[in-house]
């Protein structure tokens, strides 16, 4: 069955996502982009453009995803520690269903695709601007707040993405009840320290 041009447009930038966030931009040249999208690279310039193009269009995807679920959990926000925990267990829950999100992001602040340099003032610093502006007032004393939240974006995405070490020397991550567990107390830990009266 032939598919429509906002079929394949759909297809591509689904599949440039998994590319860049296993590859990065830099390790994924446009050809394999088009073979992966089951395409030829003139179809895929025709729908979307070139490379750079499409890493644009899966940006501002990962961005809208982020978006809606950043508005999803302010609109549960309470101007207080509770609400601090609410939003870092909401952003866990939204890494967890789309871990494709925080690798994008990783492997730009690896270096990858430096030469696209608008992606931080576009996608990026609203989404922190708005987490900055809402908390700025809840932040303990002592902590300063970009370094807070950086703590918690990094914290998160290595759970997610890498797991942690068990005891026993295997690999265990967020699909495991008890390290998922574990690893929401140790965030719990974390807000409270961060965004405690006292620090």
Not at 23 to 34: E, K, N, Q, V
Not at 41 to 56: E, F, M, N, W
Not at 58 to 73: C, H
Not at 138 to 143: G, Q, R, T, Y
Request: a negative charge.
């Amino acid at each position: 069955m032939r598919r429509s041009r906002t079929e394949m447009r759909e297809g591509i930038v689904e599949t440039a996502t998994r590319l860049f966030s296993s590859l990065g931009y830099d390790a994924t040249p446009l050809h394999m982009i088009a073979d992966a999208a089951g395409l030829d690279v003139g179809t895929v310039t025709d729908l979307l453009g070139d490379k750079r193009d499409i890493y644009l269009q899966v940006m501002e995807r990962a961005y809208l995803l982020l978006k809606a679920s950043q508005d999803e959990g302010f609109a549960r926000f309470t101007r207080d520690q509770a609400g601090v925990r609410l939003l870092v267990e909401h952003h866990l829950s939204f890494c967890m269903e789309h871990p494709e999100v925080p690798e994008l992001w990783m492997h730009r602040w690896l270096s990858d695709a430096a030469d696209v340099t608008e992606v931080e003032i576009r996608y990026l610093k609203p989404i922190l601007d708005r987490v900055v502006d809402e908390l700025q007032d809840l932040v303990a004393p002592n902590v300063d707040l970009g370094d807070a939240l950086w703590t918690l974006i990094w914290c998160i995405r290595g759970f997610v993405v890498g797991g942690i070490l068990t005891p026993g020397g295997e690999i265990t991550g967020p699909r495991d009840p008890e390290a998922l567990r574990q690893f929401r107390t140790h965030l719990n830990l974390l807000v409270d320290r961060m965004f405690g009266p006292g620090g």
